[in-house]
């Protein structure tokens, strides 16, 4: 297959439109001829997870780009970075951690991109709607934008979302297409009860077990009996896109693209149907600990960022209440959220309680936890996926209420009512 | 000694030769891969605590992060990479870290996909040549 360029693609690509757009649109040309593409599409919206900082390559390919006078060409939104810029004193961070990932802040910020520092584009107002064409990075808003909003972007990864800002194109592929988003496998929901639906808890471990059964396919959820809430939703996409390589789902009846069974699968049959039953539930729930013990260092909530709602649940959860002096408790948020919460007034609730907010980046992107917290708490099944191998920490999973018991009492606590039926 | 030869798709191409690390299980390289060491370090994975620099990588595909792409060019630029990876499909991630690698360190990483036939006579301590056609050659 040939990959068709329009005259304006070709004079990026030549270097007529200055030598980032070169650079940037040289690579994309090169990956959309590995994909097969046929051409490429204009985007009108980025969110770039190549601001997270990993080391001396991403660096060097971001300040080469800024040195170029790379600017963006539609309006982009930047995700988390390797510190929080003004704070990370106040943490473990090493300033030989801090000043490269400083500085890569900085060349992502001179291109004229919004400094939103957060996984969670989605919570801002500025979200793409519904069947816009889209690039983004970063695994939980690719499948919130993808399955929640119905906008359009394939799994992108980092270091390729700012090509496609700079340029304000993308490959003509995979989930930009109607044809390629139909779902691919079935899960029903067998008797699982309302009141599980209805817990935020259910999410995380739903999304855990869906990922891990559907890789890199299509899911479609079937037999939801309410509509989640925007961090339901967060929670499950997040862990489905962390077990799994979950990109877009489909909720019968819930989700923009699956009004019905037969819209779900473009009027296909699924390729294979599973039952989810309680019991893989459980099991599900049950991996999500990694950890052999009730100890407990820390508390940490907020993965993907925590939003508005959620700051105002956990306030009205430890109100009145007095956390226990051996465990930390950390939020990790964006600084819009955290504007938001003080503007309503609960944040010196939470701060009485004893909780620590981060903002711009998070536990998992900096290395801001020092070596004696060793046994952790969270709600996340992203976070409780990836903070053995990222972090080599035990970690437990619950629900926000398990988190702040937890946090209260001094060690593990995990209501089990939920999940005995 | 047995020889056997596959007939691989090139999605980078590039010479390699290495011991086999085999797993029918996809990984993310973020939180799954130490760029400062090769070792795979998701806790989860079949490969976990197994050093995969230098070494022919087989996964089917990667999950998770799109981080991914990050580590395996910075792990590239630090000389702990794989000498190459062996997929079922093209997988983007690894391609762009691969083609970005050419554009800054003139240093592609080989590439290579196999149908899943081929990918499950793959074993782990296999030696495996990648050749700049595509071949992958068994031998054990």
Not at chain 1, 83 to 93: C, G, N, R, S, T
Not at chain 1, 293 to 296: C, V
């Given at each position: 297959m040939t990959l068709n360029l329009t005259e304006k693609d070709y004079a990026m690509l030549r270097g007529d439109e200055g030598a980032a757009k070169k650079i940037a649109m040289s690579i994309i040309v090169r990956m959309a001829e590995i994909s097969n593409a046929e051409n490429l599409l204009s985007i009108v919206g980025a969110h770039i997870d190549s601001t997270v900082y990993i080391g001396d390559a991403g660096l060097e390919f971001a300040e080469k780009l800024a040195s170029l006078g790379a600017k963006v060409a539609v309006p982009t939104t930047l995700n988390v970075s390797g510190?929080?810029?003004?704070?990370?004193?106040?943490?473990?961070?090493s300033s030989e951690w801090a000043n490269p990932a400083h500085r890569q802040m900085i060349a992502y910020q001179?291109?004229?991109?919004?400094?939103?520092?957060?996984?969670?584009?989605?919570?801002?107002?500025t979200k793409p709607a519904f069947g816009d064409q889209i690039a983004w990075g970063e695994s939980n808003a690719i499948v919130f934008a993808n399955s929640v909003i119905g906008a359009r972007t394939e799994r992108y990864p980092d270091l390729f979302d700012i090509c496609c800002a700079i340029t304000g194109r993308a490959p003509a592929m995979g989930l930009h297409l109607t044809e390629n988003r139909a779902g691919q496998i079935l899960f029903r929901l067998l008797n699982i009860s309302t009141e599980l639906q209805k817990n935020d808890v259910f999410y995380p471990v739903l999304g855990n077990l869906i990922g891990k059964l559907a890789l890199d396919k299509i899911p479609v959820i079937d037999g939801l009996q309410i509509r989640p809430t925007d961090d339901q939703f967060k929670a499950f996409g997040a862990g489905a896109a962390s077990s799994g390589g979950v990109a877009l789902f489909h909720v019968v009846g819930?989700?923009?693209?699956?009004?019905t069974l037969e819209d779900a699968f473009h009027d296909n049959e699924p390729a294979q149907i599973i039952d989810v039953t309680m019991d893989m539930l459980r099991e599900s729930r049950q991996a999500l600990n990694h950890t052999n013990?009730?100890?407990?260092d820390m508390v940490a909530v907020g993965c993907p960022h925590l939003s508005l709602v959620e700051y105002k649940k956990l306030a009205s959860l430890v109100k009145g209440k007095e956390k226990h002096p051996d465990v930390q408790f950390l939020i990790t948020s964006n600084r819009a959220m955290t504007q938001l919460a003080q503007e309503a007034g609960i944040l010196p609730l939470l701060k009485d309680f004893g909780v620590k907010i981060t903002v711009d980046t998070c536990s998992l992107t900096s290395p801001m936890l020092p070596p004696e917290i060793k046994k952790m708490m969270t709600n996340s099944a992203k976070h409780s996926y990836y903070s053995p191998g990222l972090l080599g920490k035990d970690v437990a999973f619950g629900s926000l209420e398990d988190c702040v018991n937890s946090a209260v009492a001094g060690h593990i606590i995990q209501d089990e009512s939920l999940w005995k039926k | 000694m047995e020889k056997i030869v596959l007939e691989g798709n090139i999605v980078v191409s590039g010479e390699a030769v290495g011991v086999a690390l085999v797993a029918n299980e996809p990984l993310s390289f973020?939180?799954?891969?130490?760029?400062?060491?090769?070792?795979?370090?998701?806790?989860?994975?079949?490969?976990?605590?197994k050093i995969a620099k230098d070494k022919i990588l087989a996964i089917p595909f990667t999950r998770g992060s799109s981080t991914t792409t990050a580590v395996l060019l910075d792990a590239i630029r630090a000389k702990t990479a794989p000498a190459a990876i062996i997929t079922t499909d093209t997988d983007f991630f690894f391609a762009l870290a691969s083609i970005v690698a050419d554009e800054l360190f003139s240093s592609p990483l080989s590439l290579v996909t196999l149908n899943e036939n081929d990918f499950a006579i793959l074993k782990t301590d296999d030696e495996i040549q990648i050749t700049n056609d595509g071949k992958v050659i068994i031998s054990r």
């Open positions: 510190i929080d810029e003004h704070h990370w004193q106040e943490w473990a961070v001179s291109m004229g991109t919004s400094p939103t520092w957060t996984c969670a584009p989605y919570q801002a107002p819930i989700t923009p693209e699956a009004s013990s009730s100890k407990l | 973020w939180g799954g891969y130490d760029q400062k060491t090769g070792e795979i370090i998701d806790r989860r994975h079949i490969l976990s605590g």
